[in-house]
T-cell receptor, first 118, second 113 residues
Framework: GAVVSQHPSRVICKSGTSVKIECRSLDFQATTMFWYRQFPKQSLMLMATSNEGSKATYEQGVEKDKFLINHASLTLSTLTVTSAHPEDSSFYIC??????????????FGQGTRLTVV | GNSVTQMEGPVTLSEEAFLTINCTYTATGYPSLFWYVQYPGEGLQLLLKATKADDKGSNKGFEATYRKETTSFHLEKGSVQVSDSAVYFCALSDFNQGGKLIFGQGTELSVKP
């Protein structure tokens, strides 16, 4: 299957600083990327959907000014956690799809980023 | 809205036992259904999928059949191995909602030798 690479896999930052997480599709063009957050032993919560070249669509309850998403190219989306606080510590996972048609139903996932804010 | 409900875990089985993880869904359209597997500290890997009613997805000995009449997509494996220990997520994707995935809460499987 297609490969999605997420970087970094782990990051520890100080409270109040910003952290950027990258999500790259290595062998296909990702017209749509999704960002999820996962709390320990819980399911994935969709944070936002981003389409290349347009603003991200955030799910209800997700602060768009805190979680900045940029999808400037067909192979790269970034999530920036601004002014991070300990409650932002979590496992963040991106996924990418190469099309929007009904036959293009598979999303490929990155390996996740463990963010710890101290 | 769309939702997915999975049986609660953890599920603990002995090696070579039969596995069933129940999954039911609610959807307004005609979703595609998926099972993903997550190993500790890793992202998700697609295990299998089905895109229309009565389709059977299968991979690595796992199977699931898309049952529209019961709105279910139960995961089964005839003989589990220790290496199958992981968290399994059932999910649906609805084209009418931009194709985003809606996940169940996940079921942790632990297989003992």
């Amino acid at each position: 299957g297609a490969v999605v690479s997420q970087h970094p896999s782990r990051v520890i930052c100080k409270s109040g600083t910003s952290v950027k997480i990258e999500c790259r599709s290595l062998d296909f063009q990702a017209t749509t990327m999704f960002w999820y957050r996962q709390f320990p032993k819980q399911s994935l919560m969709l944070m936002a959907t981003s389409n290349e070249g347009s603003k991200a669509t955030y799910e209800q309850g997700v602060e768009k000014d805190k979680f900045l998403i940029n999808h400037a190219s067909l192979t790269l989306s970034t999530l920036t956690v601004t002014s991070a606080h300990p409650e932002d510590s979590s496992f963040y996972i991106c996924s990418a799809k190469s099309g929007t048609g009904p036959m293009n139903t598979e999303a490929f996932f990155g390996q996740g980023t463990r963010l710890t804010v101290v | 809205g769309n939702s997915v409900t999975q049986m609660e875990g953890p599920v603990t089985l002995s090696e070579e036992a039969f596995l069933t993880i129940n999954c039911t869904y609610t959807a307004t359209g005609y979703p595609s259904l998926f099972w993903y597997v997550q190993y500790p500290g890793e992202g998700l890997q697609l295990l299998l999928k089905a895109t229309k009613a009565d389709d059977k997805g299968s991979n690595k000995g796992f199977e699931a059949t898309y049952r529209k009449e019961t709105t279910s997509f139960h995961l089964e494996k005839g003989s589990v191995q220790v290496s199958d220990s992981a968290v399994y997520f059932c999910a649906l994707s609805d084209f009418n909602q931009g194709g985003k995935l809606i996940f169940g809460q996940g079921t942790e499987l632990s297989v003992k030798p």
